[in-house]
C-alpha cells in the first residue's frame, strides 16, 4: 500500500517512537506525583519533550501544555481565552476542531461569530478580507494556518499585523503545518498554536500540543479541573503553566513516543516538489479537477480533486484496491469545503509525506486511464 493520507496522519512511525513508548511502558512511574525513581524519569521525559516542543516552536518549556489532540488543545485555547460578550473572527477554511467549539459558545450566547474569506490566489485579498472582519471590535480569531482540505496556507503573520491592537489575540491551528514547515510563534504573532504530535511530526496518535507565545501574558479559565501534581493544597487548578491546563495523569507513553518524534525530526525536503508533481500530472487527466491550488497562493503538500460523473468515495475504493490510500469524504470540515463548492460532492484527497517518493506519484499517475 503507497499512503497518500498523511492529513490524517503521518505513517509510519519510526521504530525509535516505538521503542521509546515501549520503554515508556515497562519502566516509568507517574510523573509529578512521586519521588521514587520511575516517577522521577517520567518527570525528567516529561520536561525533556516540552523542552524540544519549546525549541522546535519558538517557545520555553514552561509554556508548552501537553494534551491528547490538537483538538483539545484547540478547545483549552477557545474556552480558556474567549471574552464573554465579545466578538470572535474565524476563515471561511475552518476544521470542525475550530469551528464546533465557537459554535458551542455561540449557541450559549457567551460569543459573536464572523467569518471572512480566504482568497485561494491573493494572500493580499486574505489579509485584507481579515482586517475589514476584525475590524475595531473583535477580540479574537481562531484560524487555520493551512487547511486540511486543499493545503492552502494563511499569511498569518500579515494578517495579525493587519490589526494593529495589542489586546487582539490569536490563536492557530497549526494542525496541518507543524512539522512540514519552520513555526516560531513568535514571528508568526500567534499567542497559542495548537498541534498534533501524530501528523507532520510523526509521533503517536494521542499526543498534541497547545504552546503560548512567551512574550503574552495569558490567563486562561480551565475547561478541566483535577489533579495536577502540584500545589494539591488548592481548590482550584494552579495558576502557573502548564500545570493550570494538565489535569489528570499524562499520557507518558505516548510523551515518550513524541519525545522520541521530535528529537529525531528534521524538516523535509522534497513534499513539495513531489506535490507540484501531482498535481500537474492530475491536471493533465481527463475528467479530474482540483480545488484550490491556484497561482498565486501558497500551499501545504495536500491536493483535492473530483473525478468527473464518479463519487468521491468510489474514487478512493477504487485508489485503494490498486493500493493507493487516500482520503474521500469533508475531511469533518464542511465550512472549507462549502468554501470551495465541494460541500455537496466531497472530494478525493491526496496528501503527501515525508517517506514518499517520486515512483510513488508516478505510480499514483498512472492509475488513472
Known amino acids: 500500500m503507497t499512503y497518500f493520507d498523511h492529513a490524517a496522519t503521518g505513517f509510519p512511525k519510526s521504530e525509535a517512537v516505538l521503542r521509546a513508548m515501549t520503554q515508556a511502558h515497562r519502566t516509568l512511574g ?7 525513581p520511575p516517577a522521577r524519569m517520567a518527570e525528567e521525559l516529561v520536561f525533556s519533550c516540552r523542552c524540544r516542543l519549546a525549541e522546535l516552536f519558538g517557545s520555553t518549556p514552561e509554556n508548552v501544555v501537553l494534551t491528547p489532540s490538537a483538538t483539545f488543545a484547540l478547545n483549552l485555547a477557545i474556552k480558556g481565552l474567549y471574552l464573554p460578550g465579545s466578538e470572535v473572527i474565524t476563515s471561511d477554511l475552518e476544521h470542525n476542531a475550530v469551528v464546533r467549539p465557537l459554535h458551542a459558545l455561540r449557541l450559549a450566547q457567551e460569543i459573536t461569530m464572523k467569518q471572512f474569506h480566504v482568497d485561494l490566489a491573493s494572500d493580499e485579498k486574505t489579509v485584507e478580507n481579515f482586517s475589514l472582519c476584525a475590524g475595531k471590535h473583535a477580540a479574537m480569531a481562531v484560524v487555520t494556518h493551512a487547511s486540511n482540505v486543499c493545503g492552502r496556507l494563511l499569511p498569518l503573520e500579515k494578517m495579525r499585523e493587519s490589526v494593529g491592537r495589542e489586546d487582539f489575540l490569536l490563536i ?7 512539522g512540514h514547515i519552520p513555526i516560531d510563534i513568535r514571528k508568526l504573532g500567534a499567542d497559542v498554536i495548537c498541534i498534533p504530535g501524530h501528523k507532520g511530526l510523526y509521533g503517536p496518535m494521542g499526543t ?15 475547561v478541566i479541573e483535577g489533579g495536577s501534581g502540584t500545589q494539591s493544597i488548592l481548590t482550584g487548578m494552579p495558576e502557573s503553566l502548564p500545570e493550570r491546563l494538565e489535569a ?7 510523551i515518550a513516543g513524541l519525545c522520541a518524534a521530535a528529537k529525531e525530526f528534521r ?27 491556484e497561482d498565486g497562493g501558497a500551499y501545504l503538500p495536500v491536493v483535492l480533486f473530483n473525478l468527473e460523473g464518479t ?11 490498486k493500493g493507493f490510500a487516500v482520503r474521500a469524504g469533508l475531511h469533518c470540515a464542511p465550512t472549507a469545503h462549502r468554501a470551495l463548492g465541494t460541500l455537496e460532492t466531497g472530494g478525493v484527497r491526496v496528501s503527501i509525506g515525508r517517506g514518499n517518493t517520486e515512483e510513488d506519484v508516478k505510480r499514483f499517475l498512472s492509475a488513472f486511464v
Open 208 to 222: 498534541g500540543a497547545l504552546i503560548c507565545n512567551p512574550d503574552k501574558e495569558l490567563r486562561f479559565r480551565t
Open 311 to 321: 463519487d468521491c468515495e468510489t474514487v478512493a475504493e477504487a485508489l485503494s484496491a
Open 267 to 293: 524538516y523535509p525536503r522534497e513534499e513539495g516538489r513531489l506535490c507540484e508533481m501531482l498535481a500537474e500530472g492530475l491536471k493533465s487527466k481527463r475528467g479530474v479537477r482540483i480545488h484550490g491550488r
Open 172 to 178: 492557530a491551528d497549526c494542525s496541518q503545518t507543524a
Open 248 to 254: 489528570g495523569t499524562p499520557n507518558v507513553c505516548g
Open 30 to 36: 507517574n510523573p509529578g506525583r512521586s519521588g521514587h
